[in-house]
């Protein structure tokens, strides 16, 4: 569906107005120059294929802040008024920011849309309050909810986690801060819901008893679960992992770990994996082997899009514009079958060095060109190459005769090892790394 562009009171990007598709020997940066919303590729049209996300955490939140200094880049719309107003001003500003860019979901923390109060109540107010404007936004620009969250790890009562804290007076605050973002994101029509395990994991083990508070996680989730369901959340609960940061050791350490998390507590029918690249990559894994991991176990869910900065590993959260991972990331997407109710949030926010405002739009720009670029590069390998038969080639002895029976659970060790006996010793078959590493190379065009 095409977005309407939504401003309020005042326009905050002027002088930009919906970002066109310009192709790409376009050499305007507010122009797509590869994402065209309609174009058909495998099927189905690019806004289809992506679903893409803004974070209004990143987007309209972050100024640049980091621990070694104040923000540079100056967001009008943070400026001036109470935290209500301030609150108003941001969402005016998102939807602004959205709906310009046309792209058709956003997400969001309930601390991001709307400023916690100083009791339970009153933040619920507060958050109810914003949900209502937000529904309208929704309704004019036909910008729609991807997911919502709570925001359980930056209040410094959550600061030895929240579902996870040996404090149950902490866990009950989480529960109301998660019970009334549930509430926002079935009043806003959310497809998803995620839990991002903020401060659920720990320092040292000398003063933690894992088993106990991995435990308690999963109660929570299961009442999570509960309540959603009894007030007619129909979507999909999404698990986000990340190894480490801001604990030294996160409980959804990565895609395996929540998995076997998610099937040890019988949570794996309700809950998926949002998946962020930079968290994989501090997990040691690249992208497409988590999303791989969660496609194959059933449980995948949406993506957190950004890349982290390959020499130091940390979670930066920079815009994706690595061309060649986007490639085999679009490899695997398409072979899964693709996002589903998912989409692609990005999770991402330009340097602190980049102040101007049209920044933030270049940036996003970037990104979706990237991945639009990746999706035709990955479909022409799959359609045009015999990446898929040579894929399959490696695995033929599988596929009749002895190798066949065995995946059917018909051969023992025993007859096994006479196997390895009458056959003597296999010749060696090329795993052909470099040859598909050049297939890529040769498509980037
Ligand atoms: C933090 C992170 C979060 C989640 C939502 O690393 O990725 O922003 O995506 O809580
Ligand atoms: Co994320």
């Given at each position: 569906?095409?977005?309407?562009?939504?401003?309020?009171?005042?326009?905050?990007?002027?002088?930009?107005?919906?970002?066109?598709?310009?192709?790409?020997?376009?050499?305007?940066?507010?122009?797509?120059?590869?994402?065209?919303?309609?174009?058909?590729?495998?099927?189905?049209?690019?806004?289809?294929?992506?679903?893409?996300?803004?974070?209004?955490?990143?987007?309209?939140?972050?100024?640049?802040?980091?621990?070694?200094?104040?923000?540079?880049?100056?967001?009008?719309?943070?400026?001036?008024?109470?935290?209500?107003?301030?609150?108003?001003?941001?969402?005016?500003?998102?939807?602004?920011?959205?709906?310009?860019?046309?792209?058709?979901?956003?997400?969001?923390?309930?601390?991001?849309?709307?400023?916690?109060?100083?009791?339970?109540?009153?933040?619920?107010?507060?958050?109810?309050?914003?949900?209502?404007?937000?529904?309208?936004?929704?309704?004019?620009?036909?910008?729609?909810?991807?997911?919502?969250?709570?925001?359980?790890?930056?209040?410094?009562?959550?600061?030895?986690?929240?579902?996870?804290?040996?404090?149950?007076?902490?866990?009950?605050?989480?529960?109301?801060?998660?019970?009334?973002?549930?509430?926002?994101?079935?009043?806003?029509?959310?497809?998803?819901?995620?839990?991002w395990?903020?401060?659920?994991?720990?320092?040292?083990?000398?003063?933690?008893?894992?088993?106990?508070?991995?435990?308690?996680?999963?109660?929570?989730?299961?009442?999570?679960?509960?309540?959603?369901?009894?007030?007619?959340?129909?979507?999909?609960?999404?698990?986000e992992p990340k190894p480490?940061?801001?604990?030294?050791?996160?409980?959804?350490?990565d895609?395996?770990?929540?998995?076997?998390?998610?099937?040890?507590?019988?949570?794996?029918?309700?809950?998926?994996?949002?998946i962020e690249n930079n968290h994989a990559t501090l997990a040691?894994h690249?992208?497409?082997?988590e999303?791989?991991?969660?496609?194959?176990?059933?449980?995948?869910?949406?993506?957190d899009?950004?890349?982290g900065?390959?020499?130091?590993?940390?979670d930066?959260?920079?815009?994706?514009?690595?061309?060649?991972?986007?490639?085999?990331?679009?490899?695997?997407?398409?072979?899964?079958?693709?996002?589903?109710?998912?989409?692609?949030?990005?999770?991402?926010?330009?340097?602190?060095?980049?102040?101007?405002?049209?920044?933030?739009?270049?940036?996003?720009?970037?990104?979706?060109?990237?991945?639009?670029?990746?999706?035709?590069?990955?479909?022409?390998?799959?359609?045009?190459?015999?990446?898929?038969?040579?894929?399959?080639?490696?695995?033929?002895?599988?596929?009749?005769?002895?190798?066949?029976?065995?995946?059917?659970?018909?051969?023992?060790?025993?007859?096994?090892?006479?196997?390895?006996?009458?056959?003597?010793?296999?010749?060696?078959?090329?795993?052909?790394?470099?040859?598909?590493?050049?297939?890529?190379?040769?498509?980037?065009?």
């Amino acid at each position: 569906m095409p977005i309407t562009v939504t401003t309020g009171e005042k326009e905050y990007f002027p002088g930009i107005g919906q970002i066109p598709f310009e192709g790409p020997d376009s050499d305007n940066p507010l122009a797509f120059k590869f994402y065209d919303a309609d174009r058909i590729v495998a099927g189905k049209t690019m806004r289809d294929h992506f679903r893409f996300a803004i974070a209004y955490w990143h987007t309209f939140c972050n100024t640049g802040d980091d621990p070694f200094g104040p923000g540079t880049q100056p967001l009008p719309w943070l400026e001036g008024g109470d935290p209500m107003q301030i609150a108003r001003q941001k969402l005016d500003a998102a939807f602004e920011f959205i709906s310009k860019l046309g792209v058709p979901f956003y997400c969001f923390h309930d601390r991001d849309m709307a400023p916690e109060g100083k009791t339970v109540p009153e933040s619920e107010k507060n958050l109810q309050v914003l949900v209502e404007l937000a529904k309208a936004k929704q309704k004019a620009s036909g910008i729609k909810l991807l997911w919502g969250t709570a925001n359980v790890f930056g209040n410094p009562r959550y600061m030895n986690g929240a579902a996870t804290n040996p404090d149950f007076h902490v866990l009950t605050h989480a529960a109301a801060q998660v019970k009334a973002a549930l509430e926002a994101t079935v009043a806003l029509g959310g497809e998803n819901y995620v839990f991002w395990g903020g401060r659920e994991g720990y320092f040292t083990l000398l003063n933690t008893q894992m088993k106990r508070e991995i435990d308690h996680l999963a109660m929570f989730l299961q009442k999570a679960r509960d309540y959603g369901r009894k007030i007619g959340f129909k979507g999909t609960f999404l698990i986000e992992p990340k190894p480490m940061e801001p604990t030294k050791h996160q409980y959804d350490y990565d895609v395996s770990t929540v998995i076997g998390f998610l099937r040890h507590y019988g949570l794996d029918r309700d809950f998926k994996i949002n998946i962020e690249n930079n968290h994989a990559t501090l997990a040691g894994h690249t992208f497409a082997h988590e999303v791989q991991t969660a496609a194959d176990a059933g449980l995948f869910g949406s993506l957190d899009v950004n890349q982290g900065d390959p020499y130091n590993g940390w979670d930066t959260d920079e815009f994706l514009h690595n061309l060649y991972d986007a490639v085999e990331l679009m490899l695997v997407m398409l072979r899964v079958g693709g996002l589903g109710h998912g989409g692609m949030n990005f999770d991402a926010k330009t340097r602190r060095c980049s102040t101007d405002l049209d920044d933030i739009f270049i940036a996003h720009i970037s990104s979706i060109d990237t991945l639009a670029r990746a999706l035709v590069i990955a479909d022409d390998i799959l359609q045009k190459s015999n990446f898929l038969a040579k894929r399959r080639e490696r695995y033929a002895s599988f596929d009749s005769g002895k190798g066949l029976a065995f995946e059917q659970g018909k051969v023992g060790l025993d007859e096994l090892a006479e196997l390895a006996a009458e056959w003597g010793e296999p010749k060696l078959i090329s795993a052909k790394q470099e040859w598909y590493e050049s297939l890529i190379n040769q498509y980037l065009r």
